[in-house]
């Protein structure tokens, strides 16, 4: 809700970080409701999803990343990059949104908030049917299962698709966008989450606390590697002749995050007859209304593991850093 103070600004509650650090760096302030400019949409955020990118964002690594985000402190003081809301407000030039729509996108910076700033480009038309919590759950993760999925693999209906680290944000999401796509799907989890995995919808689930996938599935057209917990010698031996490999993760270096080994595994995928990429996911209106249909449709429901007051945002935050949440946790400013 926005407030005013004695000058008649209206303020907001926001999640603010003056530094980069542990999620103790996040304090809970009141800041100015921010005004649209052209080609961007005011949101009240009705919900805002956590992802590991907000960690990254709060911590500042790996340190290359703050090329971007601000070398010496964050340039974005109000982390969070998926969010549903309302559309309270339009600058000028917008022309696929009005007062009123519900929305729902990956913003980059600024969802952990009660209201936030949008390009236009950066959100799509949220379901009616969908709560405002899973809608915030789709945007970041769902591109990144969509895009891997589709685009780097090009899943087609009858593929074999092992996904590892089938319990989060992203392996959810993958699951049942590898499903609707038509593949048969193997998911790879913890035992805590083997039964969730299997309603998402997964042919067969591996438990890796039992076994190793990389010693007991072959075959494959597709790894979706949404874990890193491998490296290229024993993930490979899982896929088919032809078949590729996605990286979403891998080991991450201080400096260069995942980037370092995607190159090493690139390097030693030349000429084995088994194909690597790896992902770094995009904001794309055309994706986010793809998601928004499926999402429309039933083909994903998202899992909401737990709602946090946005007060609570540092405790969410360092949940998800300890990298086993059931699928989501959201924001509920
Ligand atoms: N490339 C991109 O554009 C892009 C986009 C989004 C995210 N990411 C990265 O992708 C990763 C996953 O993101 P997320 O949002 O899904 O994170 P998340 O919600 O924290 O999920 C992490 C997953 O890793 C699993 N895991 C942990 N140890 C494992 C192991 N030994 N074997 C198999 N699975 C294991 C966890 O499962 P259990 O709880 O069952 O152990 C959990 O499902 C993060 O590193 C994130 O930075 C990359």
Not at 94 to 103: I, K, L, N
Not at 151 to 160: E, K, T, Y
Not at 205 to 219: A, C, N, S
Not at 242 to 249: F, L, S
Request: glycine letters at 12%; hydrophobic letters at 45%.
């Amino acid at each position: 809700m926005a407030t005013t103070n004695t000058t008649d600004t209206a303020l907001m509650s926001a999640i603010v970080q003056d530094r980069y650090g542990s999620p103790d760096v996040l304090e809970l302030r009141q800041l100015p409701v921010p005004t649209p400019g052209a080609g961007q949409v005011l949101v009240q955020v009705r919900a805002a999803s956590l992802n590991m990118f907000d960690w990254h964002v709060t911590s500042g690594t790996p340190r290359m990343a703050r090329v971007i985000a601000g070398v010496r402190r964050p340039k974005h003081p109000v982390p969070g990059a998926d969010l549903a809301g309302i559309v309270t407000a339009v600058g000028a030039a917008v022309t696929r949104f009005r007062v009123g729509d519900e929305v729902m996108g990956d913003i980059g910076w600024g969802s952990f908030a009660a209201y936030a700033i949008a390009e236009e480009r950066q959100l799509a038309h949220k379901p009616g049917n969908v709560s405002f919590e899973q809608a915030a759950c789709v945007p970041l993760a769902g591109l990144t299962a969509l895009q891997g999925l589709r685009d780097h693999a090009g899943v087609q209906p009858g593929q074999r698709v092992v996904i590892n680290g089938a319990s989060g944000g992203v392996g959810t999401l993958a699951v049942m966008i590898a499903k609707a796509l038509g593949a048969e799907v193997t998911a790879v989890c913890s035992t805590a989450k083997v039964e969730m995995v299997r309603t998402l919808g997964a042919d067969r689930v591996i438990d890796y606390t039992l076994d190793d996938y990389t010693e007991i599935v072959r075959d494959q057209h597709v790894l979706f590697d949404n874990a890193g917990t491998r490296g290229w010698r024993q993930t490979s031996r899982v896929l088919a002749a032809g078949g590729i490999a996605v990286m979403i993760t891998g080991p991450k270096h201080g400096w260069f995050g995942p980037m370092r080994e995607a190159i090493i595994r690139k390097v030693a995928a030349i000429g084995g007859g088994k194909r690597f990429t790896n992902v770094t996911a995009s904001v794309k209106p055309d994706d986010l209304e793809t998601l928004a249909g499926m999402l429309a449709s039933g083909a994903i429901t998202p899992v909401v593991e737990r709602t946090y007051p946005l007060a609570d945002t540092a405790a969410a935050l360092r949940y998800l850093g300890e990298g086993h949440a059931h699928a989501k946790l959201v924001i509920v400013p």
